[in-house]
């Protein structure tokens, strides 16, 4: 009896013993992450709302850091430089904790950057970066995007393969990081090439009825044009619709790059852009929230950290494409911006 | 209203029309032709603001042919003149306008929106054209807005038609579309042939600009609603104590010219598949106003035609032609453009000088 009592007060023993650890253990990482977040503002300044691009990059953000207990705002800059430089000065003044901005040119901005970080609050700047270097930026490497345009091109119409090496450039906006990185780097790639010639080196201020007009007229000049070097998918519609007028689909080499909406996989399978490469905004999105994330729950001095997030550029040929290639942004944003 | 053919013009009236600091005469009765039509305004008429720009493309288009390879070929040339297909049929539409003595700024924003609205329709299931119809009358629908606010309220045309675009885009943006492009759905069908067909190797948008600025010529000088909008350009109250129907016919005139918007936005897009509603923010709706005005269509109204349309935009077809062919960067382009631009405009100063008597109340 003795004997059973003893064993029935150890197992107790045990069992309390057990317990009592458990319940005082405790994840030392979870109160302060969510504490990082909890009453902090972040404002979004896109070039512009109306795009799938920008709306799927605030969908993610957005649905990443509300939870946390983060105010999101949207400050919509729409297509007007002066209008996000005033938002961004009034959300100085209201001592937001956050900044992302998407910068229209490499030079705009950089001194209100610096007033920001100088009043403690972060900038994060995503899809196209400034010249000034800022606590972070998330987003594709423009030069890398340059160098395998010019890899491919080379590999399509430098020596040896018996084209006339002629390449045509139709740029989107020339002050921005993509107009300037991207041909900075083919410019250079071309240089120990001389068979590469760029016969056509424009901008069509991401208009697609400018790109046609460039690149019909290209056309016509240089029958025997080996590639179309398009900057981005919304305005290389035009190269193709042109292409296509001239019955050169499939004769000249259409490059494009975007966001790898179901829209570019499309025209990627019916060979309309022979070449494309994909910086996906989910993963976009995700990269600006660990940016941030990390910023929030480290706190240096605004200003010392200079955290880069470079995208993946995912290549996509009519051969590589499948199903689940591409991706919906209407579905991806959903109703989360309503 | 009714918009009657009067016949032809009698031939009395055209040295004042034509002449380059002439007013528009209308007549509301019909002048028997004089045996000998006026000397004096045919030698201004050579001089006129138009001819200026006529001979600065023309010697342009002489000198590109001469030292740039390959642009007198008869396809650049197609070419040339498609690529300035939509800006001549909107410059058109505005000619009307201004020389009625209003504008319109709100042509693109309602191009931009009310085919971004067909696109998204057909999108959705529509049938091609019931969406046509629906989006041309939403085109319509603004353009006689934008009539009635003028005519009625009398607010000025340049804040109307200011607000009217601001308006049809944010009503776009907030219930059509939620991404600057829209994709031209494969359904639209045969649509797509405006913009991308060719007829005999010629594209049929380079055909519609042909056909319009045709029909907007003989619309302006041989029907009653045609000249009244020259009486109404060249004095309003006058035009209307004269017995012309003012009012229904600015509310007609602005509907007319937001249907002619949606028609070019339908080449635009088309040729393209898919509409750029940031087209909005461009230099496209002051390219339109520079084509008319520097064709040599009077700002102050009642004076000009479809012809200072078509040289103004040959103009640019020609500078904007030669220098991507030249491979000039988008900012020289725009340097050389707006240089040429001044240079027309003062010759024309030099050689027009404006006076008591040609200056006229609402000159700019």
Known sequence: ?338 | MTIAIVGRRPAAWAPRIDGPRGRAFVSLVREAPTSAPAAAPRRGFAWSQATIVAYLATIMFVALSIFLPGFLSPNNLINLVRNVAVLGILGIGMATVVIGRGIDLSMVPIMAVSVALLFVLVSNGVATPLAVLLAAGAALLCGAANGALIAYVEIPPLFTTLAMGTMALGLGQYFVFSNVSVIAPTAIGWLSELGGGKVAGVPISVFLLLAIAAVAHLFLNYTYSGRYIFAIGDNPSAARNGGVPVRPLIVVHYAIVALLAFFAGLIMATAVNEMNTRIVYSTLPYDVILVVVIGGVGLSGGRGGVHNVLVGTLLIGVLSNGMTIMNLSYTNQKIIQSMVLLLAIVIDGILNPRDEQTSQQGDI
């Not at chain 1, 007007?80 to 901005?101: C, E, P, S, Y």
């Not at chain 1, 995503?126 to 890899?151: F, H, I, R």
């Open chain 1, 1 to 338: 009896m003795l004997r059973h009592l003893f064993l029935a007060g150890m197992t107790a023993a045990a069992f309390a013993g057990v317990s009592a650890p458990a319940a005082a253990l405790d994840d030392p990482t979870r109160a302060p992450y969510y504490e990082a977040f909890k009453g902090k503002t972040v404002a979004y300044l896109p070039i512009t709302m109306a795009a799938n691009i920008t709306a799927s990059w605030a969908a993610g953000v957005k649905r990443s850091l509300e939870p946390l207990g983060v105010k999101f705002v949207i400050r919509d800059g729409n297509f007007n430089i002066d209008a996000t430089a005033q938002a961004i000065t009034g959300l100085i003044d209201q001592k937001v904790d956050v900044l992302i901005v998407q910068n229209t040119d490499v030079q705009a901005f950089a001194k209100l950057y610096k007033k920001a970080q100088q009043a403690g609050i972060y900038v994060v700047q995503m899809g196209m970066q400034s010249v000034v270097q800022t606590d972070g930026y998330a987003g594709p490497d423009w030069s890398s995007l340059g160098e395998k345009m010019a890899a491919a091109a080379i590999a399509k119409c430098g020596a040896g393969t018996g084209k006339s090496g002629k390449v045509a450039l139709v740029q989107g906006a020339v002050t921005s990081a993509n107009g300037i990185f991207v041909t900075q780097a083919i410019e250079a790639a071309f240089q120990s090439h001389p068979e590469m010639k760029i016969v056509t080196n424009q901008g069509s201020d991401w208009d697609p009825s400018k790109a046609h007009a460039i690149a019909s007229t290209t056309l016509q000049q240089n029958p025997d044009l080996c590639a179309f070097m398009g900057y981005w998918e919304d305005e290389d519609q035009g190269i193709v619709a042109a292409v296509k007028e001239g019955g050169k689909t499939g004769e000249v080499f259409v490059m494009s790059s975007g966001i790898g909406e179901q829209k570019s996989c499309d025209m990627v399978s019916n060979g309309s852009f022979d070449l494309y490469y994909d910086y996906d905004s989910r993963i976009v999105a995700q990269q600006i929230v660990d940016t941030i994330s990390s910023l929030l729950q480290s706190r240096p001095k605004a200003g010392t950290m200079k955290a880069l997030q470079v995208t993946p550029l995912v290549e996509m040929t009519k051969a590589s494409v499948t199903s689940q290639s591409c991706w919906s942004a209407a579905d991806y944003v959903g109703n989360t911006l309503k």
